[in-house]
């Protein structure tokens, strides 16, 4: 049967081209630079929610960052602090930087908050489920704008 081998690997070869095709690797987003420019949401964030969020369980951000302004005694010194991070950086920049930070620095420990694919180590619960909404990384980024 001389003919099989190569039938059977055209049917691999297409089976690998609708695998490729059907993956999820398609970015809900685009990057321009070092930024993701526009909204996650048509709705814009709230600083207010924004702020409760970083100061909160679901960010977890004061494990790491410091953050003066939201007068918590315990807070992290393992990353640059968040004080005028609104004047560093643009809300594009913040945004990319939340999204998927190792985007920006491919070494760093910061967690990717809105990437759900290529991840290591995630429970089975979580697979698949960013850490936070599009609505609530919108509602980081107003309030870290505020931060001049």
Same mark, same amino acid.
């Given at each position: 049967? +001389?003919? !099989?081998? &190569? #039938?059977?690997? #055209?049917?691999?070869?297409?089976?690998?081209?609708?695998?490729?095709? =059907?993956?999820?690797?398609? #970015? $809900?987003?685009? /990057?321009?630079?070092?930024?993701?420019? %526009? &909204? @996650?949401?048509? !709705?814009?964030?709230?600083?207010?929610?924004?702020?409760?969020?970083?100061?909160?369980?679901?960010?977890?951000?004061? @494990?790491?960052?410091?953050? $003066?302004?939201?007068?918590?005694?315990?807070?992290?010194? !393992?990353? $640059?602090?968040?004080?005028?991070?609104?004047?560093?950086?643009?809300?594009?920049? #913040?945004? @990319?930087?939340?999204?998927? =930070?190792?985007?920006?620095?491919? %070494?760093?420990? /910061? &967690?990717?908050?809105?990437?759900?694919?290529?991840?290591?180590?995630?429970?089975? +619960?979580?697979?698949?489920? +960013?850490?936070?909404?599009?609505?609530?990384? %919108?509602?980081? !980024?107003?309030? @870290?704008?505020?931060?001049?």
């Amino acid at each position: 049967m +001389p003919g !099989v081998k &190569p #039938l059977l690997i #055209l049917v691999i070869g297409c089976c690998g081209v609708a695998a490729c095709a =059907s993956a999820p690797d398609a #970015l $809900p987003y685009r /990057m321009q630079n070092d930024a993701i420019p %526009e &909204p @996650l949401t048509a !709705v814009a964030g709230d600083a207010a929610r924004g702020r409760q969020i970083v100061a909160g369980r679901d960010g977890n951000c004061l @494990l790491c960052h410091a953050l $003066p302004e939201t007068g918590e005694r315990f807070m992290g010194n !393992v990353a $640059p602090a968040l004080s005028r991070v609104g004047a560093r950086f643009t809300a594009g920049q #913040l945004r @990319l930087r939340i999204v998927d =930070s190792t985007r920006v620095n491919s %070494e760093g420990v /910061m &967690p990717a908050y809105y990437r759900v694919h290529g991840l290591n180590q995630v429970a089975q +619960p979580f697979r698949g489920q +960013p850490i936070l909404t599009a609505q609530q990384v %919108e509602d980081v !980024v107003a309030y @870290l704008s505020t931060l001049n």
